[in-house]
Structures are given as structure tokens and as C-alpha cells.
């Protein structure tokens, strides 16, 4: 009993260490505005609700959010980091974003080396417009507001299971790289189609971005 005891209290010391040494980095955004909503629904000319109501309301202007990051260098070139982002309703009720999962943003695990950039676990798409690897929106949104509606770009989500390889920057040009095994784990209607069989809803996008000064362009399969 003695010994097991040291033997955990070495691997707690050692644990304790490492949580010290990161660069771990607590952020957020509370978005909160009072609303004035006047609803007036008439049916063959017969009013059935005739209502002005004032409220408090979240993401009127950005998604309300609570997030943490983190890295860790382990040398020869060597980082590994993580991302941790849920969003939640900044009124009185403080509902989560998602009330089937906590992280409902972003949960990612990463490494990062000289060949490249390796991320895994739940993000967003390269057509998310949202999370670590928003490539389309970042540059090719050009107008406030044109999600959607330039030249019929389509839009994507968050997806988990997911693995994302991105490349370095090779003479401007860098590209990007996700497969997620399954879209979707917490959808009840899909619980049949597990990770990796043939049932399963899947994201297969490749990027490529070019970035030479003021030109930015992106090409997405």
C-alpha cells in the first residue's frame, strides 16, 4: 500500500507540472441587447395575436461564448494545443448552445509541427465560418452579410469526429484537409450509423488558399 501510494502521488506531482508549464488562455464573448418585438398575425383578415413585447436576448451581434486554449511546446519543433468553446444564451436562463453536448463549438486536440498542422475531435469546416480552420468566410466573403448568396457558395457546420490536416505555407500557397468519420454523434434519428461504416453521414472537404499581399483567394472541393 505504501508504494502504490508514492507511485500515485509521483504521477499527480508530475501531472501538476506539466498543467503549470501551458499557456492556457481563458477568453469569451458576452453579446446582450434589450429587444422590442411587435408580432401581428392576421388570418383572412381576422387578428389572432396583436403583441409588443421588450426582452433581454443573446447574439444579437456575435454568438455568445465561453472558451479556453492551450499549448505546450515539447521541442524539436513540437507544439501541441487545444481549443475548448461553448456557446451559451447570456440571459437569465444561461442555457448552453447545445444542451445534448458541453464544448458544443469546438472541441479540438492539435499538433503542430514543421510538415504541418494535425487536428482532431469536433471543429468547424472549412465553410463553417466559424472556429479554427474558417478559411472560406475568412477571405472569400468579400460583403457583410453574403453568407450563402456569392456565386451559390454553400455553407458548412461543425462536424465531429473529425481530423484536419493542414499544410505549411509553401511559397503562399497552403492547403487544408478534413474527413469526419461521422457528422453528427448525439443525432438520435442516426444512432444506427456508427463511426466508419457505410451508414454514416461524412464532411470530406479539401481547401486551397494563395496569400501574395493584398491578394487572397481560396478554391474549395
Request: charge should be neutral; charged fraction near 20%.
Given at each position: 500500500?505504501f508504494?502504490?501510494?508514492?507511485t500515485?502521488l509521483?504521477v499527480?506531482s508530475?501531472?501538476?507540472?506539466y498543467?503549470?508549464?501551458?499557456q492556457?488562455?481563458?477568453?469569451?464573448?458576452?453579446?446582450?441587447?434589450?429587444?422590442?418585438?411587435?408580432?401581428?398575425?392576421?388570418?383572412?383578415?381576422?387578428r389572432?395575436v396583436?403583441?409588443?413585447?421588450?426582452?433581454?436576448?443573446?447574439?444579437?451581434n456575435?454568438?455568445?461564448?465561453?472558451?479556453?486554449?492551450?499549448?505546450?511546446?515539447?521541442?524539436?519543433?513540437?507544439?501541441?494545443?487545444?481549443?475548448?468553446?461553448?456557446?451559451f444564451?447570456a440571459?437569465?436562463?444561461?442555457?448552453?448552445?447545445d444542451?445534448?453536448?458541453?464544448?458544443?463549438?469546438?472541441?479540438?486536440?492539435?499538433?503542430m509541427?514543421?510538415?504541418?498542422r494535425?487536428s482532431?475531435?469536433?471543429?468547424?469546416?472549412?465553410a463553417?465560418a466559424?472556429?479554427?480552420?474558417d478559411?472560406?468566410?475568412a477571405i472569400?466573403?468579400?460583403?457583410?452579410?453574403g453568407?450563402?448568396?456569392?456565386?451559390?457558395?454553400?455553407?458548412?457546420?461543425?462536424y465531429?469526429?473529425m481530423?484536419?490536416?493542414?499544410?505549411?505555407?509553401?511559397?503562399?500557397?497552403?492547403?487544408t484537409?478534413q474527413?469526419?468519420?461521422?457528422?453528427?454523434?448525439?443525432?438520435?434519428?442516426?444512432?444506427?450509423a456508427?463511426?466508419?461504416?457505410?451508414?454514416?453521414?461524412r464532411y470530406?472537404?479539401t481547401?486551397?488558399t494563395g496569400?501574395?499581399?493584398?491578394f487572397?483567394?481560396v478554391?474549395?472541393?
Amino acid at each position: 500500500m505504501f508504494k502504490k501510494s508514492l507511485t500515485a502521488l509521483a504521477v499527480l506531482s508530475t501531472m501538476t507540472g506539466y498543467a503549470v508549464a501551458g499557456q492556457v488562455t481563458l477568453y469569451g464573448v458576452v453579446d446582450e441587447g434589450l429587444n422590442y418585438t411587435k408580432e401581428d398575425v392576421k388570418v383572412n383578415g381576422v387578428r389572432h395575436v396583436d403583441e409588443h413585447t421588450f426582452g433581454l436576448d443573446s447574439g444579437l451581434n456575435a454568438a455568445s461564448r465561453i472558451g479556453l486554449t492551450g499549448q505546450e511546446a515539447l521541442g524539436n519543433g513540437m507544439t501541441v494545443g487545444f481549443k475548448l468553446e461553448n456557446g451559451f444564451k447570456a440571459t437569465d436562463t444561461g442555457a448552453l448552445g447545445d444542451k445534448n453536448r458541453l464544448f458544443d463549438r469546438e472541441a479540438s486536440l492539435s499538433v503542430m509541427t514543421p510538415l504541418g498542422r494535425l487536428s482532431a475531435y469536433r471543429m468547424g469546416g472549412v465553410a463553417s465560418a466559424a472556429g479554427s480552420y474558417d478559411i472560406v468566410y475568412a477571405i472569400g466573403d468579400a460583403f457583410d452579410g453574403g453568407d450563402n448568396k456569392i456565386f451559390g457558395l454553400a455553407k458548412s457546420a461543425r462536424y465531429d469526429n473529425m481530423l484536419t490536416y493542414q499544410t505549411p505555407v509553401m511559397g503562399g500557397l497552403q492547403a487544408t484537409v478534413q474527413y469526419s468519420f461521422k457528422k453528427n454523434s448525439t443525432d438520435p434519428n442516426r444512432l444506427d450509423a456508427r463511426e466508419g461504416s457505410k451508414n454514416a453521414n461524412r464532411y470530406t472537404p479539401t481547401a486551397l488558399t494563395g496569400s501574395y499581399g493584398p491578394f487572397n483567394a481560396v478554391l474549395v472541393l
